[in-house]
């Protein structure tokens, strides 16, 4: 199998890593040869250490190749978008992708918040367009939610299942709605902890203590947010928002003003916490 990654950022690079370990032959895609650099420098890295670690015995980076072309995507089975999370670039991705590619070929997006429907409107096949939206960092978090789209056809969105698995993964099968499963319930739920910040005048620290020793969860939802990122949180806070129009979806005014003074979290070194 032959898989194409378009844009090889924070996601991105991090699935075509998945796809190098799992031995598949993989083209990325990058605007610049600088960054497509950048990322294979960085898959190479975090190979070497998984091999030094004894998590994997070897790998083979030459699996990867880089190009700025799409057209060097035409011999995929399927391609993995993740650029930026705007509609409009992705629409006219998946306008191109739709020329270049085989007819059978799988295309797929990464999109945490737009509607995989809409995307896939911008082509002449939607069937052939689902989600697959995998979580950061990608080679580390164990799930991949398979988005099926209003007209993604049964194939499709099976074989994009089964890469799912063949890349380690734990995939769950839905349906394209806001949010998809677990952003549906996490940013509310979010949201709703950083709202009882205020109104029970409990600490930062006590409310991340109740919710791991009270719920066993793993970590805090201050230290969660931290490490998430409050501005990442806020825009897809609001993105869930401007669909549903649900008050919990919306973001608590607190971490509004923590995104608006740049206070992000790890990525920042001050967030609830200081790093
Ligand atoms: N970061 C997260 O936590 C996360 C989690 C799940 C899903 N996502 C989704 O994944 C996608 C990518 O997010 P990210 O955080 O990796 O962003 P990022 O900014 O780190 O990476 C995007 C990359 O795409 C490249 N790019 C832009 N347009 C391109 C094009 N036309 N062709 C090829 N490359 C192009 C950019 O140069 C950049 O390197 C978004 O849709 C986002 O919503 C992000």
Not at 238 to 263: C, H, S, T
Request: glycine share 8%.
């Amino acid at each position: 199998m032959k898989v194409g990654v378009v844009g090889l950022g924070a996601m991105g690079s991090g699935i075509a890593q998945l796809c190098v370990e799992a031995g598949l032959e993989t083209v990325g895609r990058e605007v610049t040869d600088e960054l497509g650099e950048k990322a294979r420098d960085r898959i190479g890295h975090f190979l070497t250490r998984k091999v030094e670690k004894g998590q994997i015995e070897s790998f083979d980076l030459g699996l990867l190749s880089l190009t700025t072309d799409l057209a060097d995507l035409a011999g995929c089975d399927v391609v993995v978008e993740a650029i930026v999370e705007e509609l409009e670039p992705k629409q006219e991705l998946f306008a191109e992708l739709d020329r270049v590619c085989r007819p059978d070929a799988v295309l797929a997006t990464n999109t945490s918040a737009l509607s995989v429907t809409e995307i896939a409107s911008a082509t002449s096949s939607p069937e052939r367009v689902v989600g697959m939206h995998f979580f950061n960092p990608a080679p580390l978090m164990p799930l991949v939610e398979i988005v099926r789209a209003e007209l993604s056809s049964d194939t499709a969105f099976e074989q994009a299942y089964a890469l799912g698995e063949t890349l380690g993964k734990h995939p769950i099968r839905c349906h394209d709605t806001p949010g998809f499963v677990v952003n549906r319930v996490l940013i509310p739920l979010l949201n709703d902890c950083v709202r009882v910040l205020d109104e029970a005048r409990v600490s930062v620290d006590d409310l991340d203590a109740g919710m791991k020793h009270g719920t066993g969860w793993p970590m805090g939802p201050c230290e969660l947010l931290d490490l998430v990122g409050i501005d990442v949180h806020v825009h897809a806070s609001e993105a869930l928002y401007d669909k549903l129009r649900e008050p919990r979806m919306a973001p608590p005014p607190r971490l509004v003003a923590m995104a608006n003074a740049r206070l992000l979290g790890r990525k920042s070194g001050r967030g609830f916490y200081t790093y």
